[in-house]
């Protein structure tokens, strides 16, 4: 199974496993709080399938990665997006974030710059969050995460209070986020939701896409996607109808196409 080092804790190896798949110009897929890679399984074969080397992996404390104890901030999961990109030797790559994930896309280009970035999306993207909220899942996150996440999940891939997304499926995704390291699942509420990109949103001089579900009711776009994309000068839009926080998921052929539409321009 492949794996990368980013560092080292107690004395034992702290490493990201990814996959890699497909020929052409790459494209790195950042899965959002609390998921893994497997939140991309729509995504993959489809954009293999349209000329891309596609690669997903698992952020630090989440599904085959090191299950650290510490290293759940911001500075340190961009640490280790750079330490894979430098891995893969990728050059013209593209950084699709979703959720929180697009924290490390914008932090990655402030801090190490745009030269081997081809272009940047962003979905869902998740600026900061409700003090109160972001409390309220801490401590729901130390009694009792499973029901947390289980509620989460639901909140995500739901419209109006009826869910956009088969019970299989969002169960699938439920025990991915509960196989993740407990301390890593709370830890990294504080990672996105004190979060404050805008300083480097701001640094983005790639083209960049922003989707974002219509009807999101956990990130809406206008607390989100719209204050994203305006701090971003020459950036895309879209709106996906009807769809979730979620939509990359519940919405994934709409979403697929827009951002594929996006890449290969």
Same mark, same amino acid.
């Given at each position: 199974?492949?794996?990368?080092?980013?560092?080292?804790?107690?004395?034992?190896?702290?490493?990201?496993?990814?996959?890699?798949?497909?020929?052409?110009?790459?494209?790195?897929?950042?899965?959002?709080?609390?998921?893994?890679? &497997?939140?991309?399984?729509?995504?993959?074969?489809?954009?293999?399938?349209?000329?891309?080397?596609?690669?997903?992996?698992?952020?630090?404390?989440?599904?085959?990665?090191?299950? %650290?104890?510490?290293?759940?901030?911001?500075?340190?999961?961009?640490?280790?997006?750079?330490?894979?990109?430098?891995?893969?030797?990728?050059? &013209?790559?593209?950084?699709?974030?979703?959720?929180?994930?697009?924290?490390?896309?914008? &932090?990655?280009?402030?801090?190490?710059?745009?030269?081997?970035?081809?272009?940047?999306?962003?979905?869902?993207?998740?600026?900061?969050?409700?003090?109160?909220?972001?409390?309220?899942?801490?401590?729901?996150?130390?009694?009792?995460?499973?029901?947390?996440?289980?509620?989460?999940?639901?909140?995500?891939?739901?419209?109006?209070?009826?869910?956009?997304?088969?019970?299989?499926?969002?169960?699938?995704?439920?025990?991915?986020?509960?196989?993740?390291?407990?301390?890593?699942?709370?830890?990294?509420?504080?990672?996105?939701?004190?979060?404050?990109?805008?300083?480097?949103?701001?640094?983005?001089?790639?083209?960049?896409?922003?989707?974002?579900?219509?009807?999101?009711?956990?990130?809406?776009?206008?607390?989100?996607?719209?204050?994203?994309?305006?701090?971003?000068?020459?950036?895309?839009?879209?709106?996906?109808?009807?769809?979730?926080?979620?939509?990359?998921?519940?919405?994934?052929?709409?979403?697929?196409? %827009?951002?594929?539409?996006?890449?290969?321009?």
């Amino acid at each position: 199974m492949p794996h990368v080092v980013v560092g080292s804790e107690n004395g034992a190896e702290v490493s990201l496993y990814y996959e890699d798949a497909g020929a052409g110009d790459p494209v790195v897929l950042i899965h959002g709080w609390p998921l893994s890679r &497997r939140s991309w399984d729509s995504q993959v074969q489809t954009f293999v399938e349209a000329g891309h080397r596609v690669i997903t992996y698992d952020r630090r404390g989440f599904g085959r990665s090191t299950h %650290a104890w510490d290293g759940y901030d911001l500075d340190t999961f961009t640490a280790d997006l750079h330490t894979l990109v430098e891995h893969l030797g990728l050059t &013209r790559v593209s950084l699709v974030g979703f959720s929180s994930g697009g924290g490390e896309v914008a &932090r990655y280009a402030a801090t190490f710059g745009t030269d081997r970035l081809h272009r940047i999306v962003l979905a869902g993207p998740v600026i900061g969050a409700d003090r109160q909220m972001a409390a309220d899942l801490t401590i729901a996150s130390r009694r009792h995460r499973i029901s947390m996440l289980d509620d989460l999940l639901t909140r995500f891939f739901s419209v109006d209070g009826e869910s956009a997304l088969d019970e299989p499926t969002r169960r699938y995704l439920l025990q991915a986020a509960a196989d993740a390291s407990a301390k890593a699942v709370t830890d990294s509420i504080g990672a996105w939701s004190n979060a404050e990109p805008l300083a480097d949103l701001i640094r983005i001089d790639v083209p960049t896409l922003v989707v974002h579900g219509e009807q999101d009711a956990f990130m809406p776009y206008e607390a989100g996607g719209r204050q994203v994309a305006a701090a971003i000068a020459g950036s895309a839009t879209v709106l996906i109808p009807s769809a979730p926080h979620g939509v990359p998921i519940t919405h994934h052929e709409q979403w697929n196409q %827009a951002v594929l539409a996006f890449l290969n321009d």
